[in-house]
């Protein structure tokens, strides 16, 4: 579901010359133990995979042009979003006086008249440590075509923009507050953008952010899809693995396994904000999901028709992709983003 850093299968005498000042220049040292050269050699190997990942992210960046800029005017901005309190305080500067530093991609439909207003969507990606790569390229394109704004945060987390960043991931938290600070930016920024026209779509983790940001903030948003998305993060942890589970019992991240704070895992899962749904929502899932259950999704809307909830949704039987359903190009899957598009032009067209 997401990406973890890229583990290189070995160290070549070369890589160690180039991450040892001391071995370069051909000094002696005194032999260091073996556990501590093993600890130095994986701080090394892991400094390189961070390195690899920002290199990939370039070159996917320079993509974009490529395979969308036919039909969208495309950029990415570096924006201000919300503090990330873990940080390590600088010259005295607290971290609530230090917003988070966010990249977000922003994609016009070429020949948009800028002089009028146009609805906007917000689309997060999916993905523990994921990213907003050319995976969404046909997706694009299509809102494009239908017309929309789209801006694309790479929320705190994300890969291929350093450890720091990658390091700062507070999944179903603050990563949300991110994504709502994009929508801010872009009705405050972009003059042509209608905020009273304002959509959230995403997958999987994305799916998750989306049904967060419209439970917690429905006076921004007018219409939100969430598609196969994360739901109920305790049921979640008891369903995958351990390496998975170790993303979040992380020491930078939430610090503790769901048995030791379930109340925690609860506050990061949409079943348990459905009270508060009131906007337009459309949720797909299917049966074969191999990622996020299908139990995951019946959770949640089980909880939103309890709560007496007005909503869409539609639970596919073994769809072709599974997890991936109505993202890839199939005929099935072509005709679920129609629905898609079909809701939220009813829900944002002036």
């Known amino acids: 579901m997401g990406h973890r850093p890229i583990a290189l299968a070995a160290a070549s005498p070369f890589l160690l010359l180039l991450t040892d000042p001391a071995l370069a220049a051909g000094e002696d040292r005194e032999p260091a133990p073996v556990e501590r050269r093993l600890e130095e050699l994986e701080r090394r190997l892991e400094s390189q995979s961070f390195a690899l990942q920002q290199l990939a992210k370039k070159i996917d960046d320079v993509l974009w042009f490529d395979r969308v800029g036919d039909v969208a005017e495309i950029d990415k901005v570096y924006v201000p979003t919300v503090p990330a309190p873990k940080q390590e305080a600088v010259y005295g500067i607290a971290n609530d006086r230090h917003p988070f530093r966010m990249w977000a991609y922003v994609f016009?439909?070429?020949?948009?008249?800028?002089?009028?207003?146009?609805?906007?969507?917000?689309?997060?990606?999916?993905?523990?440590?994921?990213?907003?790569?050319?995976?969404?390229?046909?997706?694009?394109?299509?809102?494009?075509?239908?017309?929309?704004?789209?801006?694309?945060?790479?929320?705190?987390g994300s890969t291929g923009y350093g450890r720091e960043y990658w390091e700062s991931i507070d999944y179903g938290g603050l990563e949300v507050d991110d994504v709502v600070a994009a929508r801010d930016w872009a009705v405050e920024t972009l003059s042509f953008v209608d905020g009273r026209r304002v959509g959230i779509l995403g997958w999987s983790h994305g799916g998750l952010i989306a049904l967060m940001a419209s439970f917690h903030?429905?006076?921004?948003?007018?219409?939100?899809?969430?598609?196969?998305?994360?739901?109920?993060?305790?049921?979640?942890?008891?369903?995958?693995?351990?390496?998975?589970?170790?993303?979040?019992?992380?020491?930078?991240?939430?610090?503790?396994?769901?048995?030791?704070?379930?109340?925690?895992?609860?506050?990061?899962?949409?079943?348990?904000?459905?009270?508060?749904?009131?906007?337009?929502?459309?949720?797909?899932?299917?049966?074969?999901?191999?990622?996020?259950?299908?139990?995951?999704?019946?959770?949640?809307?089980?909880?939103?028709?309890?709560?007496?909830?007005?909503?869409?949704?539609?639970?596919?039987?073994?769809?072709?992709?599974?997890?991936?359903?109505?993202?890839?190009?199939?005929?099935?899957?072509?005709?679920?983003?129609?629905?898609?598009?079909?809701?939220?032009?009813?829900?944002?067209?002036?």
Not at 108 to 118: A, I, M, T
Not at 267 to 284: C, D, E, I, M, Y
């Open 217 to 350: 903030h429905p006076d921004k948003f007018q219409a939100a899809y969430a598609g196969v998305p994360v739901s109920d993060l305790v049921a979640r942890m008891g369903v995958q693995t351990e390496g998975y589970r170790a993303l979040f019992s992380a020491d930078y991240h939430i610090g503790k396994a769901v048995h030791e704070d379930v109340e925690e895992y609860r506050r990061r899962s949409p079943v348990h904000h459905v009270a508060k749904q009131k906007v337009p929502l459309l949720v797909h899932t299917t049966t074969n999901d191999r990622d996020v259950n299908v139990l995951e999704v019946q959770n949640l809307i089980a909880a939103l028709e309890a709560a007496g909830k007005d909503f869409e949704y539609k639970v596919y039987d073994d769809a072709p992709g599974g997890h991936s359903f109505n993202r890839m190009d199939s005929a099935l899957a072509r005709a679920s983003r129609r629905e898609i598009y079909a809701f939220l032009a009813r829900h944002l067209a002036r």
């Open 108 to 156: 016009v439909p070429r020949g948009l008249d800028r002089g009028r207003s146009h609805a906007l969507l917000v689309l997060p990606h999916g993905g523990v440590h994921g990213d907003f790569d050319t995976y969404y390229t046909h997706v694009v394109r299509e809102l494009m075509a239908e017309g929309y704004v789209l801006v694309a945060p790479e929320y705190r």
